[in-house]
């Protein structure tokens, strides 16, 4: 056997918002290695799921993230972890959640209503977030200030609009995020 | 760029119920790590010198696990992804390497500080690396 490598740390990213706005195309253009896929069993009795009587006793679900990756350097790495579409998963899933840097919640400003349970989750759980509105193709149809007042944003998250599929916009994003940690160091 | 991802998203809790036996058998019947310190993003590196008992017989997705570590040093959450295996399922196979002294892992780096306030050495560092992005 070689000799062990050093092992970098890792920090991870919550990449949150409603199904198909594009969480995983985020995670996708800003990753080094297209996304990977990750399943975990979790238990189904908290989740208030309706079974037919006599018919269903299983008590576990399935639940699948996609993620991606960021080598900062030899000693540390930033994992992207696009959260399961059904929020009600996230509060079973405390490995997922716990211990992140921060979150990103994307919006489409067709069904920004779409977004309000990523909002919800984590501001409940307290994780500092940054929106991210996608437009696909350049279309967008509020204004910022129409956004904030919809998704009852709090003035200091910041808000950001483009295009998930560039690699530029998903660097803003985070780097967005990481400057909203490093400017109200209390939120953590 | 995969644009059915997400659809894929939906579909997979469906097919939980396919995939209830096959998992737990590898592990021989376990269903909980023995160790909680393992979370998605414990990175796992292999033991310097390390070297397999003879006699003791691991799985395939031992052996697996071994090769990849080798290779590059993996997250937890990337094991599981190369095996197609469940998350807790993967960290139970972890487990056992790490028993063995073959496996170490690495935790996660803390983002709030214990003594309060955030670690703005490590918040700085990435905001460097994301910039090179």
């Not at chain 2, 993003?41 to 990849?68: F, K």
């Not at chain 2, 935790?107 to 490590?122: E, K, N, S, T």
């Amino acid at each position: 056997m070689t000799d062990s490598q050093a092992a970098p740390a890792a920090v991870k990213i919550l990449i949150a918002g409603g199904f198909g706005v594009g969480k995983t195309t985020l995670v996708g253009s800003v990753s080094e290695v297209t996304p990977l896929r990750t399943e975990e069993y979790l238990t189904r009795a908290s989740v208030g799921v309706d079974s037919l009587d006599g018919v269903d006793t299983k008590d576990t679900t399935t639940v699948a993230l996609d993620f991606g990756r960021i080598t900062i350097g030899p000693e540390l790495v930033v994992y992207l972890f696009g959260t399961p579409g059904q929020e009600r998963f996230w509060f079973m899933w405390n490995d997922l959640v716990n211990g992140a840097l921060g979150g990103v919640v994307i919006a489409d400003t067709r069904r920004l209503e779409s977004s309000f349970a990523s909002i919800d989750f984590f501001e409940s759980r307290r994780i500092p977030f940054v929106v991210a509105i996608n437009c696909f193709d350049g279309v967008n149809t509020r204004t910022a200030a129409e956004i904030r007042v919809a998704l009852d944003l709090d003035p200091q998250v910041p808000l950001l609009v483009g295009d998930v599929r560039t690699r530029a916009f998903g660097r803003d994003v985070l780097l967005a995020l990481v400057e909203h940690l490093i400017n109200q160091p209390a939120l953590v | 760029m995969s644009p059915n991802w997400e659809e894929l998203e939906q579909t997979v809790g469906d097919d939980g119920a396919q995939s209830m036996v096959r998992p737990y058998t590898i592990t021989r019947g376990r269903t909980a790590p023995e160790r909680d310190d393992l979370t998605l993003i414990t990175v796992l590196t292999l033991v310097s010198g390390a070297a397999e008992q003879p006699g003791r017989r691991l799985q395939p997705e031992h052996r697996v696990i071994l090769a990849r570590c080798a290779r590059q040093p993996a997250a937890v959450a990337e094991l599981a992804a190369d095996l197609d295996l469940p998350v807790s399922v993967t960290k139970i196979l972890l487990g056992d390497l790490i028993a063995l002294g073959l496996l170490a892992a690495r935790a996660p780096i803390a983002v709030a500080r214990a003594g309060g306030g955030v670690d703005l050495g490590l918040l700085n560092a990435v905001r460097e690396g994301l910039r090179r992005l």
